[in-house]
């Protein structure tokens, strides 16, 4: 057995790991920053998790030339540039900055990770600029998380203490950034976690897939898939403690957390919605309907109106393609069952109750098919003026 | 050879039709209709096409009671209530209203076809009370064009007349409704097509499946599929001419410009785009990349905010899960090479460029994929605050 207690703050509670994030004026009239490193005082172990967009940004490709289960201690951070359709020159300009950076700090196998604008050079005069500026024995994840910020409302961090029975310990951080973009099977996003626990290399690998499956993979703001998602796992063995159930729940409580903070902060969300397919024949039919409503604009609209439609969400799963009929389906909002077969009329009072359920921020929308036994869940927001608002302008 | 003549109005211009639309109370504070009718002095052959949503409204349920290659002279249409999600019970209501119309009007195989609210039960008593309306001799396509629609903010309505070389003559008309829950694969939307040549109904089935999949198959408003997406094709053979190659352009030329009306009339829209995949593998991939681009919300909204924002394009194109590579792809506005490969640092000019053609009500984007001779070209519109509001505020 175990405990696991919330920390304040972020990547500062792993031992061994630094972190720091400073201006260099692409991101104007912020007093955020838009470069940021995370480093390790010895050499880590790293999992990675990265889009399943076939355009790989260029620093996912710099990634991927390390020999298999290298060790790093460095990863370096931009926002405002996401350095995707570069090219091969992409890659270049990035080890012409990791040439800079070996001029003030020793480094091993540099890490690179980019969000932003795609197509563009990155500004390489600018980035080096803050090697310059860094404290590299800085802990403050506070200025990290907010220098990867693009169009977040908020920064995300979030830090927990493991206790083994034995009375040791062990701690596990993380932070990450995005807002619009997100959609199952990775999103715009970054995140970085942290850790001091003494985790074999192939357990990070399997709890770290495991962990993004039940998390960043099932929430949606708007159904696309970026250039530059990442997920990195970073073990530097510090406290020399290890329990694999307990770094499981850690590590899954991390992320589910921060996957939820993507969502609370979606681009004009309002609502934070999950979807339970349950009653499905099989799991991928319960994933395809559950995704299927995430992803919907008419549902996603009638959110945001606040209007009991439940003709939409019954639409989105008859158009979905799983296997569904008209008279074994049940939809909820909440506990309240709002369509059955036997439901014919219009029933004023179940429409009332249902209003209320929609003016809640957060509520659950349950259908089940009524043919099987396979569940998913996954979350969803609303789609607000705000949303179209920010992502028309995002550019200028 | 042949000639194609564009007639003034619609459904009036075709021989032996006749059609009306009244308000019977269901669309209210309008003086449009909201029950129409589209019938034949004689039996018709009729071609239908309907939505691939697996919960099919009941009055296709209905019409799928028919057997093969049945015969009719009636089509009732109502609109404000799609009589989807009501079971056995849809299906009876139906049968029930043409036990009353019987009363009025001696029809064969009476059609039924509904758009509007899921979930309820028609309201039987307003639709029969049509009946004491109607005129059943009238020809007044605008009225049963204006009926049908729902969050329309036109009717749509087209005619032809097509001359063969000997001077013989014969007409085709339809009318349609649609404008927002449109997608690929059909959409909200119903369309009916009357012809007075002397089709047969082989070539009907034949060609009205090609001309669907070049014309409402190929445009998207939202990604939506819904419940009781219709069109069908009428034919009572009065003209008794009758040309395959004409009747094929002169039908495709309807359901091409009655598509592009519903995605002029796209729910807050105010661009037309057309995504052109070319040079991809195949064809599956063509279509995948053209339809993907043209139900993006990130494209959608940056074609609302007309901002150039080719790396949108690029992401999606990469997010579709098609065969394509960085160093191939070059994307287009109109004739403007906004991307390629060789294209590393920020042009100015050609920026300046972009920005005007995205101005335009209606432009093209063009992604040469460059890996094969498939080319597949969808039809979309962007996304604005309108279509949010529209969407929030349906029921209310």
Known sequence: MF????????????????????????????????????????????????????????????????????????????????????????????????????????????????????????????????????????????????????????????????????????NIAGICKGAGMINPAMATMLSFITTDANIPKTDMDELLMEAVENSFNKISVDGDTSTNDTVMLLSNKKSEVYNKDAFREALNKITFELAMMILKDGEGANKLVSFEVKGAKNMKD????????????????????????WGRIASTIGASGIDCREDTLNIYYDDLLIYSNEFRELDKSREDKAYKIMKQNSFKVICDIGLGDASYTSYGCDLSYEYVKINAEYRT
Chains 1, 2 share one sequence.
């Open 3 to 170: 405990k696991i207690f919330s920390l304040k703050n972020g990547l500062e509670n792993v031992e061994g790991f630094y972190c720091d994030g400073v201006n260099v004026g692409m991101r104007q009239n912020s007093i955020d920053g838009d470069v940021a490193f995370i480093r390790s005082d010895s050499l880590c172990d790293i999992s990675a998790i990265f889009t399943t967009n076939i355009f790989q940004a260029s620093p996912i490709k710099h990634f991927l030339k390390y020999p298999k289960d290298f060790k790093t201690d460095f990863i370096l951070i931009n926002a405002k540039n996401a350095n995707a359709m570069t090219g091969e020159q992409g890659i270049l300009d990035i080890e012409n900055i990791f040439d800079s950076l070996s001029k003030h700090k020793k480094v091993t196998n540099p890490i690179m990770s980019s969000t932003g604008v795609i197509g563009y050079r990155l500004d390489q005069e600018k980035i080096i600029s803050s090697f310059e500026k860094f404290d590299f024995n800085s802990k403050n994840s506070d200025r990290t998380a907010r220098s990867i910020m693009t169009t977040d409302s908020f920064k995300k961090e979030l830090s927990l203490k493991v206790e083994l029975d034995d009375g040791s310990i062990f």
């Open 286 to 309: 319960a994933q395809k309907a559950s995704r299927a409503l995430s992803n919907s604009l008419l549902v996603k609209t009638a959110l945001f109106g606040e209007d009991p439609n």
